[in-house]
Nanobody, 111 residues
Framework: QVQLVESGGGLVQPGGSLTLSCAVSGFSLWTYGLGWYRQAPGKERELVAHISSGDTFYADSVKARFTISMNNVKNTVNLQMNNLKPEDTALYLC??????WGQGTQVTVSS
């Protein structure tokens, strides 16, 4: 059974940092990879970053600010987010194969 559980969201001021974590079970992280997505109210879900077999992808809007990393021992994927902006405010979800999703963790960037 595939399970994904996110943690680490919260309220942060512009310019601040947060680290999100996605704990996974039931599938091979290294083989299939995992993506971090976000969805703001009234907007479509968008892919923020993805990691698979050591390769990474970042949306243009987060390049040089976000870093995705995988821990194969703990079976987790982290998203380190620096220099956060108000437009980063959204529900952040981790997903696999565009089929399995966590429940999401809210990130709010506001002064």
């Amino acid at each position: 059974q595939v399970q994904l559980v996110e943690s680490g969201g919260g309220l942060v001021q512009p310019g601040g940092s947060l680290t999100l974590s996605c704990a996974v079970s039931g599938f091979s992280l290294w083989t299939y990879g995992l993506g971090w997505y976000r969805q703001a109210p009234g907007k479509e879900r968008e892919l923020v970053a993805h990691i698979s077999s050591g390769d990474t992808f970042y949306a243009d809007s987060v390049k040089a600010r976000f870093t995705i990393s995988m821990n194969n021992v703990k079976n987790t994927v982290n998203l380190q987010m620096n220099n956060l902006k108000p437009e980063d405010t959204a529900l952040y979800l981790c997903g696999v194969l565009n089929k399995y999703w966590g429940q999401g963790t809210q990130v709010t960037v506001s002064s």
